[in-house]
């Protein structure tokens, strides 16, 4: 089960690992159960009230200079990002 | 043998043409040079949060409004959350269980309709090109505002999912909301499949087609497709539920390796954006905004302007063509004459320049000029033509293109007078039909002027100076 | 005489627009406070020395040009490390950002600058916000100047510490699940989350949207006051806020003391589990708020049971989805050598974030997934709307909510740590008030017998922070405990 959350979330999680955070896991959730006792029928539509959605104005603005896209990662030729190839391509 | 119905749905993913992003103020143009239209929001670095664009929401709800679709006064943006190296966030920002608008169809033409099940806004992800170095990324069109529009199970055969898709394309585009080009990528469309067997009761397994980069392709891939299932049933074997891939040069379909028979997206309710409310009002105004349909129009060509279906076609192919035509006809023009000239001689030479009809170098009230010389008789269809060519490359009225082009009427009475006096000469049964009062019989003596001077003189003075000559005539008597 | 570094900000706002001093002579004793002292504490994970003083320059000249200057002029103040400033570092306490630097500036720091404000560093967190000792950092703990091998709280253990240590007399921090609150208990020191939505996000690298808070650390509640003013108020760049409301300063001094006003103590929050002190110096508090004229009155929470699950399910979940974008891709630690991108990515995350990160990671992403969705993050969602439609009736008999802000006082470095679950239930005071999006602050009221400071927690309706810092400031008024430093 672990190991399915951990494919989900992309984390790579060493099988030594595994049992150990599997054990966490399972106190938490465990403990966190009772809340399935909380009578929630009463409870009313909708949690703390957002302000209601503002649109932005339809106005394009100024780019980031290519400079600043890849100012945070070496891994880009060409103007694009380069990955590892990804497999089902 | 066991016959099948072939049961097609689509899901068609529309950009909207905004000027911005859908959460972000960067240009949505997808063009250009490689990541030069990126904002932080875009890059999805730490801290950022969407500002969502207004134009996009408009124009998802005229896209609902076009199709007949129900907008939903109150509808929540919802994350997808996977991972792709195209998905600067790991998750995209669409919407769930609260789309903007239900139901809806579009029509197939024939008075059929494929229903829709629903439609909903979402940010496009950025593009991907593998290489021998690994996958570029290009999140240049990461975050432009699309519309998914999903369809129920209604299409029948491959020809109806085309069909579907030329009209989607033309009630879109005539509202202004896309281009819905598939080859730019505008427009693109996802299929599913399935072969129900005779009988049954439920919907056979469906298939999902994807990489369909033009309407022909669709056409093609869910023919195959049909075939290719038609044939696994018939020998006894299974559809398995996969996605497969199309491949137009191999003409065929190929399963497209997955791991997860259902990915697991975990959608919820994006915590970053508060529910989307549309006002009554604001709805109404993108009612209005989107004006007329092509259907209606085209029935309004049809029985106002009493215009053949093939004209009514071409006129509505393009809000602005039928604007421009309408435009000439509200100057006094006859339809059928405005609408052939726009066929045959506007479009083409609009065509040529590829510059859009508001940008036509003739516009409306100079063609209508153009038509009322020509209606008047003043210039035959000929030369009316050759002025016309004229006064797409030159400034000025359609007399002065006349003039320019030595058409010019001839407008003294020393250079009609004989012309005239000719005429009566020779028609001399008409002559004497209008001083029996017909009036009618006039036309045939001002023709005979006209064609001697190659329909150059003013009509005006050759009506007067026929008249003046028939009175004398009359005053001589028998 | 007031060493320069132990001025509250008004005083040195005020100093400083009238000309008194120089904001180049705050700030220099700031910094030099913080190289002399920080060594042991950890509590700053960069300094922006020559921005600062250049700043604080730039500020001086335009004051002898006459240029009116800013709420909080020349005032030094210190950031947590996951709101982001324009060309500088932001780590958010871990190894997934290591040298990143932002392309552009939060929201809040850009209006405390245009108040004058200078800004003089990073301090140290949790990673991501995640964690109430400062102790999961990659970048090493934050020491609690009031006692060695003590935690500071968390996740603001750094800002709490900045202030509490006399580096600055103002720092910020984020609150998602009692983050300002707790350390500044913890630390001696006044902390204030403002309501849901009142402060913007726009640059806080986020933990749990719909629970994150920025707010900030000082020692009096005209400071906090002073904070509030100057960054509060819609920003179109964050759709969840809401619009300004009216400043809080002008009103801050309004109350000479408490008379008519009702304070209820949740029976819930007061009860049993507290730490014997702790309980004890609430009871003190409460007397003194009754000798200044306030009414006691009992009220009940019965949600607060569930608090800490409905927070840690939906916290957990929003931060699964958040902590998505760190992939290794555009900007980040990324494992190089690795020929596959799905596996680049996984190795990249497990690599870039810590245990507790992955942890929390892995239960939210168990709370949104496919067969638990409704079980977990469903019902954690309708219990949040309980807790808040309970607030609502306990607010019917009473202006404001008091308790203590930490069941305990700070505990030794370590000793926690390797229990999530009890670390998580110690949050049980202060996530109520973070799923119902109200504004709570958190002051000194006392300290244990062997010199830890205890801090009790006010919670007020929505959009009341003007309450808050009135009655914060009475109890100042009438009090020393926010005064009493550390042993140096």
Not at chain 1, 3 to 29: G, K, S, T
Not at chain 2, 266 to 292: I, M, S
Not at chain 2, 388 to 417: K, P, Y
Not at chain 3, 178 to 205: E, H
Request: with cysteine.
């Amino acid at each position: 089960m672990v190991q399915n959350l951990a494919d989900l979330a992309r984390l790579h999680l060493p099988v030594e690992r595994q049992a150990a955070l599997l054990l966490r896991l399972q106190r938490i959730v465990l403990a966190f159960d009772t809340l399935r006792q909380l009578p929630t029928e009463q409870a009313p539509a909708n949690p703390p009230a957002l302000p209601p959605l503002g649109l932005r104005p339809d106005v394009a603005e100024q780019a980031l200079p290519l400079a600043q896209v890849f100012a945070n990662t070496r891994h880009h030729a060409a103007a694009a990002f380069v990955v590892p190839r990804v497999v089902d391509a | 043998m066991t016959t099948f119905t072939t049961v097609i749905g689509l899901e068609v993913h529309v950009q909207l043409a905004t000027a911005s992003k859908l959460f972000s103020p960067a240009p949505a143009a997808a063009l250009g040079e490689p990541n030069t239209r990126v904002h932080p929001i875009d890059l999805g670095l730490p801290g950022v949060l969407p500002r969502p664009n207004a134009a996009a929401v408009a124009l998802a709800v005229r896209t609902a409004l076009a199709l007949g679709g129900n907008v939903q006064a109150v509808s929540r943006f919802a994350r997808k959350n996977y991972f792709y190296p195209d998905l600067p966030k790991g998750y995209q920002i669409s919407q769930y269980e609260e789309p903007v608008s239900l139901g809806g169809a579009v029509p197939l033409g024939d008075g059929r309709q494929c229903r829709l099940h629903r439609i909903h806004i979402e940010e496009d992800a950025g593009k991907l090109t593998h290489t021998d170095l690994g996958t570029l990324v290009d999140l240049n069109r990461a975050g432009v505002p699309l519309v998914e529009i999903v369809t129920e199970p209604d299409l029948r055969t491959p020809a109806d999912a085309h069909a579907m898709l030329e009209s989607l394309r033309e009630i879109l585009r005539f509202s202004g909301v896309s281009d819905c080009d598939m080859e730019l990528g505008s427009m693109r469309c996802d299929a599913n499949i399935s072969l129900m067997p005779q009988g049954a009761t439920t919907f056979g397994t469906k298939v999902e087609l994807k990489n369909l980069n033009s309407l022909k392709m669709v056409q093609r891939a869910l023919e195959y497709e049909e075939r290719r299932q038609a044939a696994v049933l018939a020998a006894g074997g299974r559809i398995l539920p996969e996605t497969r891939g199309w491949n137009d040069e191999a003409g065929e379909s190929r399963s497209q390796r997955s791991k997860e028979s259902a990915p697991d997206y975990r959608y919820f309710p994006d915590p970053d954006l508060p529910p989307l409310v549309l006002e009554p009002a604001f709805v109404e105004a993108q009612r209005r905004a989107l004006g007329e349909l092509p259907a209606a129009r085209r029935e309004r060509y049809r029985s106002r302007y009493g215009l053949p279906a093939y004209d009514a076609e071409v006129l509505t192919r393009d809000r602005a063509i039928g604007d421009w035509f309408e435009a000439v006809v509200a100057q006094g023009i006859d339809a059928k004459t405005a609408s052939n000239w726009v066929m045959s001689d506007v479009l083409p030479s609009q065509r040529e320049r590829t510059a859009p009809l508001a940008e036509f170098p003739v516009a409306p009230a100079r063609l209508a000029e153009l038509l009322r010389l020509l209606d008047g008789k003043v210039l035959t269809q000929v030369s009316a033509r050759a002025v016309f060519r004229h006064m797409l490359d030159h400034e000025g009225s359609a007399a002065d293109a006349m003039a320019a082009l030595g058409l010019v009427r001839i407008a003294d009475d020393s250079t009609l007078q004989p012309l005239v006096d000719a005429a009566v000469i020779a028609l001399p049964a008409a002559a004497a039909a209008v001083l029996a009062g017909k009036e009618r019989a006039l036309d045939a003596l001002k023709g005979h002027v006209m064609r001697a001077c190659r329909g150059r003189a003013d009509p005006a003075v050759v009506d007067s100076l026929l008249r003046a000559r028939l009175e004398v005539l009359r005053r001589q008597g028998p | 005489m007031t060493a320069l570094w132990q001025m509250p900000a008004a005083a040195i706002a005020a100093a400083v627009r009238a000309g008194h001093l120089t904001a180049r002579e705050v700030v220099t004793a700031c910094l030099d406070r913080v190289h002399r002292v920080d060594r042991g504490l950890n509590a700053m994970l960069g300094n922006r020395s020559d921005a600062a003083l250049a700043a604080a320059r730039a500020l001086d000249e335009e004051r002898q040009r006459g240029q009116a200057l800013g709420s909080l002029a020349g005032v030094p103040i210190a950031w947590k490390d996951n709101l982001v400033l324009e060309g500088e570092l932001a780590t958010a306490g871990s190894r997934m950002l290591e040298g990143f630097r932002s392309p552009y500036s939060a929201t809040v720091l850009s209006r405390l600058q245009r108040a004058g404000a200078i800004l003089i560093g990073r301090t140290n967190m949790d990673e991501f916000g995640m964690g109430s000792s400062t102790e999961t950092s990659a970048y090493g703990p934050t020491r609690n100047p009031f006692g060695p091998d003590l935690v500071p709280g968390g996740s603001s253990g750094g800002s709490a510490v900045a202030v509490a240590a006399d580096f600055c007399p103002l720092a910020l921090g984020s609150d998602t699940g009692g983050s300002v609150r707790q350390p500044a208990a913890m630390c001696g020191v006044s902390g204030l989350k403002p309501t849901y939505g009142r402060v913007s996000r726009y640059g806080l690298i986020a933990y749990a949207s719909s629970l994150d808070c920025v707010g900030a650390l000082a020692r009096t509640a005209e400071d906090l006051a002073l904070w509030l003013d100057a960054t509060a108020g819609a920003d179109p760049a964050d759709p969840t806020t809401v619009p300004a409301q009216a400043p809080v300063t002008p009103h801050l001094a309004n109350r000479r003391d408490l008379a008519g006003l009702r304070i209820g103590l949740p029976a819930e929050l007061n009860g049993p589990g507290l730490d014997p002190e702790v309980a004890s110096a609430i009871e003190r508090a409460v007397s003194q708020l009754r000798e200044l004229g306030a009414q006691i009155v009992e009220c009940t929470l019965p949600a607060v049971a569930h608090a800490v699950p409905t927070y840690y399910l939906l916290a957990t979940a929003e931060a699964s989805s958040n902590l998505a974008r760190y992939d290794g891709v555009r900007y980040g630690l990324r494992r190089d050598a690795v020929s596959r991108c799905e596996p680049m990515m996984m190795q990249s995350r497990s690599a870039g974030f810590g245990d507790e990160v992955q942890l929390r990671i892995l239960l939210g992403t168990f709370a949104l997934s496919f067969g638990y969705h409704d079980q977990y993050y469903g019902q954690a969602t309708r219990a949040r709307a309980l807790l808040c439609s309970e607030f609502a009736r306990a607010f019917a008999s009473c202006e404001l909510l008091l308790s203590p802000t930490s069941p305990v006082p700070a505990f030794p470095l370590g000793s926690r740590i390797d229990d999530p679950l009890a670390m998580y239930l110690c949050d049980v005071l202060t996530v109520p008030a973070s799923l119902a999006g109200l504004p709570a602050l958190s002051q000194p009221c006392g300290f244990t017998a062997d010199g830890r400071p205890i801090g009790m927690q006010w919670v007020a309706p929505a959009l009341r922070e003007d309450l808050l810092l009135q009655v914060a400031h009475v109890f100042q008024a009438h009090t020393d405990h926010h005064l009493r430093r550390p042993v140096p």
